[in-house]
T-cell receptor
Framework: KAGVTQTPRYLIKTRGQQVTLSCSPI?????VSWYQQTPGQGLQFLFE???????NKGNFPGRFSGRQFSNSRSEMNVSTLELGDSALYLC?????????????FGSGTRLTVV | GQQLNQSPQSMFIQEGEDVSMNCTSS?????WLWYKQEPGEGPVLLIA?????ELTSNGRLTAQFGITRKDSFLNISASIPSDVGIYFC??????????????FGSGTQLTVLP
């Protein structure tokens, strides 16, 4: 069974640009969450999507946005990139229908802003 | 952003030794999770705990959900070189109608010396 697939694995962008990251969840998983991982702040929750609707959002500025498609694939977008946005962005998917289904993480997209 | 207090921050141990790490929070969680992350990869779920007081094992790993719901510990027995990595605790609130975001600890970097 394929895991959570994130593309691209690595990305280098310039300050002020925007970027879109993609996540394909495990087949049958309808909940997708995004996390940012940095050495200073650790793993921070960005947002969660279920059935194409954002269910919750973390404490990040409006430059961070996301969406989910009808096939449960998700994208996140960061506009007007800042140096501090350099991080590993992790996507996690979860099977729904019960409280005890855990999250499976992808390998992440390493974003470097220069 | 909010993080759990995880300790120790790093550990250097001899192969064969036992390891213990813990997490504490000022907030109550009704699920505690332990993940391991290796370089270039996303976190992988090791153990999930769903009830206060629960003690769960997965091979050489044992974790407990604290009675107060504000803490958890992870023990690794008879460490081996492949145990090297960063171990994260994560707390989760699960309730109907609300998104189940994870709040992560800052991680314990484990190094196993031959």
């Amino acid at each position: 069974k394929a895991g959570v697939t994130q593309t691209p694995r690595y990305l280098i962008k310039t300050r002020g640009q925007q970027v879109t990251l993609s996540c394909s969840p495990i087949s049958g998983h309808r909940s997708v969450s995004w996390y940012q991982q940095t050495p200073g702040q650790g793993l921070q929750f960005l947002f969660e999507y279920f059935s194409e609707t954002q269910r919750n959002k973390g404490n990040f500025p409006g430059r961070f946005s996301g969406r989910q498609f009808s096939n449960s694939r998700s994208e996140m977008n960061v506009s007007t990139l800042e140096l501090g946005d350099s991080a590993l962005y992790l996507c996690a998917s979860r099977r729904t229908g019960g409280p005890n289904y855990g999250y499976t993480f992808g390998s992440g997209t390493r974003l470097t802003v220069v | 952003g909010q993080q759990l207090n995880q300790s120790p921050q790093s550990m250097f141990i001899q192969e064969g030794e036992d390891v213990s790490m813990n997490c504490t929070s000022s907030s109550i969680f009704n699920t505690w999770l332990w993940y391991k992350q290796e370089p270039g990869e996303g976190p992988v779920l090791l153990i999930a705990l769903y009830k206060a007081g629960e003690l769960t094992s997965n091979g050489r790993l044992t974790a407990q959900f604290g009675i107060t719901r504000k803490d958890s510990f992870l023990n690794i027995s008879a460490s081996i070189p492949s145990d090297v990595g960063i171990y994260f605790c994560a707390g989760q609130i699960t309730s109907s109608g609300s998104a189940r975001q994870l709040t992560f600890g800052s991680g314990t970097q484990l190094t196993v010396l031959p």
